[in-house]
Every structure is written in structure tokens, then in C-alpha cells.
């Protein structure tokens, strides 16, 4: 039986200023449920400090978690522990515990917000065989003049 080797956290793949720096895991890693072997077997879970690594990287950059780098592990296992915290309602105390940390360390400026975001077209299609939209009522080359 063979066992899986995990990516170190030092591993050389990532720079280290992705990393979680040590005073800031020493306050996160108590608030983090205890990891147990599955009874079935299977994969070990991944550590926590490797996982919140991945977590919040793909948060500073704003990178897919199918582009996360392989040094953090698979961007499926660090998205499918990032639900498991969410669900938890967890994330949101680990979150929080980062931010003042940097408010500390760099200071955040509270009054300047800002929402990354995407627009994109509406998928084409619907239903078969569907009503017709509704038109302005004007026929073709009916328009009102703008005086």
C-alpha cells in the first residue's frame, strides 16, 4: 500500500508572501475542528494550514479554484472545505481574525470599499414553442419624432 505524499507547506511552488504568516496561524488554528481519518479509509485530509493557505489565496487574487496552484493542493478539495467552513458558519470568525490582523499590521481604509464583479449575456434559448414578447406596440418606421 502506497500512501499519497501532500505538497509541503514550505513546498517551492508557491512564494511564501501567500503564505499565512506563523502569528496569525496561531490564532486561527484553535478556532479549526480536529481532522480524523476516515473509518473507510481513503485519502488523509489535508492539513488545515495548507488548506486556509489555498482559502485565502484564491481570495486575495480572485483566481478559480481550478487555477489555484498545485503547492496549495486540488482547487476541488480547498473549495469543498471552504463549503464545509461556510456551512459551518466558521469561516466568516476566520475571516474576520485575517482582516484585523492586516488592519493591524497595514491598516485597512473601512470608508473605501469596492465589489469585484461580471457581467455577461443571458444565456440564449427557453422553452419551445414559447409566446412571442410583447413589442412596443409601434409598427415599423412609427416612432414619435423627439420635438
Known amino acids: 500500500m502506497t500512501t499519497a505524499t501532500l505538497p509541503s507547506p514550505s513546498c517551492d511552488l508557491v512564494d511564501d508572501g501567500w503564505r499565512i504568516p506563523d502569528p496569525l496561524w496561531q490564532r486561527l488554528e484553535p478556532l479549526l475542528p480536529k481532522q480524523r481519518q476516515h473509518r473507510q479509509g481513503g485519502r488523509p485530509p489535508l492539513p488545515w494550514r ?28 480547498l473549495h469543498r472545505y471552504f463549503q464545509a467552513l461556510v456551512r459551518r458558519r466558521l469561516f466568516r470568525k476566520l475571516w474576520r481574525l485575517a482582516l484585523e490582523e492586516y488592519d493591524e ?17 443571458a444565456p440564449l434559448g427557453g422553452k419551445k414553442n414559447r409566446e412571442e414578447p410583447d413589442g412596443s406596440g409601434q409598427k415599423r418606421d412609427q416612432a414619435l419624432a423627439a420635438d
Open 50 to 77: 495548507l488548506v486556509l493557505d489555498g482559502i485565502f489565496f484564491v481570495l486575495r487574487t480572485g483566481c478559480q479554484w481550478k487555477a489555484v496552484p498545485k503547492g496549495f493542493g486540488s482547487g476541488s478539495s
Open 105 to 121: 499590521l497595514r491598516g485597512i481604509d473601512w470608508e473605501w470599499q469596492a465589489l469585484d464583479g461580471c457581467m455577461t449575456k
